[in-house]
């Protein structure tokens, strides 16, 4: 079945505790993206990566980091979590990026007490 | 300024009837993709339609349909024969092909409530 898995999809923890939010997609596409989604805001794009080894910002970058060493995965990396960073987290893929639809992950809840 | 407007916060309609929820765009593009995403109460976000800019014919899959007027950058979601299961968030999104970060931009979302 063709889908991005993330995990965990839930997570509470504590400031300053660093941690990672794997993404992977079985569907071999190029384009990975992360989101995060807050009451208000709609979804944010935080980072992109257009292929391996190949990634930049988006729209909220500060206080993440990303990875894409492998085709199928695209963690998401937070050093060190503030409570500014609570939210709902989605990775996304498609193929080709400029018209095809996007596949979300199930999303990841992640609370910064 | 924004780029995607969903002006209805909310809505409620009753079991069985047809619905319509709206979506206007803003861009420059020439090429851009619309997209309808709906999210239920368990978080998850759910492809449900895609119209390319080029496309003259709007798009449908299966109850849903995309009522797309490029004049006036309109992109309406309209449901069929809605459902109690059809109760959730919709999220209008639009991709330019001109943006190098191939950024879904996202409108606010309708919460759609089914009554029975």
């Known amino acids: 079945e063709a889908q991005v898995t993330q995990n965990p999809r839930y997570l509470i923890t504590v400031t300053g505790k660093k941690l990672t939010v794997t993404c992977s997609q079985n569907?071999?596409?190029?384009?990975m993206s992360w989101y995060r989604q807050d009451p208000g805001l709609g979804l944010r794009q935080i980072y992109y990566s257009m292929n391996v080894e190949v990634t930049d910002k988006g729209d909220v970058p500060e206080g993440y980091k990303v990875s894409r060493k492998e085709k199928r995965n695209f963690p998401l990396i937070l050093e060190s979590p503030s409570p500014n960073q609570t939210s709902l987290y989605f990775c996304a893929s498609s193929s080709p990026p400029s018209t095809d639809t996007q596949y979300f992950g199930p999303g990841t809840r992640l609370t910064v007490l | 300024a924004q780029k995607i407007t969903q002006t209805q916060p909310g809505m409620f309609v009753q079991e069985k009837e047809a619905v319509t929820l709206d979506c206007t765009y803003d861009?420059?593009?020439?090429?851009?993709?619309l997209f309808w995403y709906k999210q239920p109460s368990s978080g998850e976000m759910i492809f449900l339609i895609y119209?390319?800019?080029?496309d003259e014919q709007n798009a449908t899959e299966g109850r849903y349909s995309l009522n797309f007027q490029k004049a006036r950058k309109s992109a309406n979601l309209v449901i069929s024969a809605s459902q109690l299961g059809d109760s959730a968030m919709y999220f209008c999104a639009m991709r330019e092909t001109m943006d190098s970060n191939y950024q879904l931009i996202w409108g606010a979302g309708t919460k759609l409530i089914i009554k029975p």
């Open positions: 119209q390319g800019s080029y």
């Open positions: 861009t420059s593009d020439q090429s851009y993709g």
């Open positions: 569907m071999n596409h190029e384009y």
